[in-house]
């Protein structure tokens, strides 16, 4: 028997979602002046956006300041069962979690809350595909707006719950 979900096991791989991670926590990292790293619970965001279509393209297609707003107001639609996918994907974020602190692409620091920041300053690997560029370039508006953005606002936005 064939599973049903084959292809998208294969594309939304652990270690894709990690390379998503750290484009998100890198760009977070930059925006505050390698002072402080994205929060460890903001990071349930980025594949639910980045892995979905409809929100990457949407997210890609934005520049700062307000890539988040932007996207959202081009297109209300994207932040419908965010909450449900973002619950969905918390598994293969903890699995793409995993393999990017166990490469090295992120560490954590605990000094005053769980924050992730980069372990390396380039990414990993160049992509030639549009598809996984568009996915990476939206997992690196969803860090732009989480340096620009108080968590709850961007709670609030989205319509989501942590």
């Known amino acids: 028997m064939t599973d049903i979900l084959f292809e998208q096991q294969i594309v939304q791989n652990p270690g894709l979602g990690a390379e998503a991670l750290w484009y998100a926590v890198n760009e977070v990292y930059e925006e505050k002046n390698r002072a402080e790293g994205m929060d460890l619970f903001l990071a349930f965001l980025v594949l639910p956006l980045a892995f979905h279509r409809r929100s990457a393209i949407a997210l890609a297609s934005k520049v700062r ?40 692409l992120l560490l954590l620091d605990c000094e005053e809350k769980p924050q992730l920041i980069p372990g390396r300053k380039s990414p990993p690997v160049t992509h030639v595909t ?7 370039a939206a997992a690196k508006r969803v860090g732009q707006a989480t340096a620009e953005l108080p968590s709850a606002q961007i709670a609030t936005h989205l319509n989501v719950q942590f």
Do not use: H, N, W
């Open 65 to 104: 300041p307000g890539a988040l707003y932007k996207a959202v107001a081009s297109d209300r639609e994207i932040t419908i069962g965010l909450q449900e996918r973002m619950e969905a994907l918390s598994e293969r974020t903890l699995q793409s979690l995993s393999v990017a602190f166990s490469t090295g």
């Open 130 to 136: 549009e598809e996984v560029k568009t996915l990476l």
